[in-house]
């Protein structure tokens, strides 16, 4: 079964420090990786999301960076703050289907101390 | 800002018994999705509707999960019966076309134990 594999499990950061949370995929035949963000009791929400045609995009402090050789994708957070801590997940369309679905990674709890 | 309602928030059965659970998605997406979220991994899809039919139930648990969107807005999952392993956030997501470049928007979700 399609896996995407994401790591750390956990991650503990001081205010001002860089997260980096990275995934790695299997064969898809739609280039896009959404990241989602989820606060406790809380839904997912999309945080960033990057269709490769470029190997790096940025919204504010939140950058995905994209190797497609490697099959391999991250999340950098820079200057962490308190109110980034979160599970993240990201996420890669499942294999050939071209339905929107999605397959999720085990997540990655952050947590950003003052 | 629209969002994807869901309810119950909180559901707590025992085995055996039925369950259900009611999402409202954004008004004008056509397409709705069911996840279960066991604690501590990431959502795995159980169904996908585009519009009032389903396009993927290919991890649904048939024997005891049904679901439906009978006239494409609202839908219902159910499970009968619940078993302790369908502890876990059932979660409701819709988006306005069923490609893999729309966004996804979550709702709250439903945290269902069963004892």
């Known amino acids: 079964q399609q896996q995407v594999k994401q790591s750390p499990q956990s991650l503990i950061v001081q205010k001002g420090g860089i997260s980096i949370i990275n995934c790695a995929y299997e064969n898809t035949a739609f280039d896009y990786f959404p990241w989602y963000q989820q606060f406790p009791g809380k839904g997912p929400a999309l945080l960033i999301a990057?269709?490769?045609?470029?190997s790096e995009k940025k919204e504010g402090r939140f950058t995905i960076s994209f190797n497609k050789s490697a099959k391999q994708f991250s999340l950098h957070i820079m200057d962490s703050q308190p109110g980034d801590s979160a599970t993240y997940f990201c996420a890669a369309p499942w294999g050939s289907s071209n339905t929107g679905k999605l397959i999720f990674g085990q997540g990655t709890t952050l947590q950003v101390k003052p | 800002e629209a969002e994807v309602a869901q309810s119950p928030r909180y559901k707590i059965t025992e085995k055996s018994q039925a369950v259900a659970f009611w999402c409202d998605p954004i008004?004008?997406?056509?397409?709705l999705y069911w996840y279960r979220q066991i604690l501590g991994q990431g959502p795995e899809l159980l169904v996908q509707f585009q519009d009032e039919s389903v396009v993927d139930d290919s991890q649904l648990p048939k024997d005891r999960f049904s679901a439906e969107r009978l006239k494409g807005v609202d839908s219902t999952l159910k499970i009968q019966p619940a078993e302790l392993g369908d502890s876990a956030m059932y979660l409701c997501?819709?988006?306005?076309?069923?490609?893999?470049?729309?966004?996804?928007?979550f709702g709250p979700g439903t945290r269902l134990t069963v004892l």
């Open positions: 008004s004008g997406h056509a397409t």
């Open positions: 997501a819709s988006s306005f076309g069923g490609s893999p470049y729309n966004e996804q928007f």
């Open positions: 990057i269709r490769p045609d470029v």
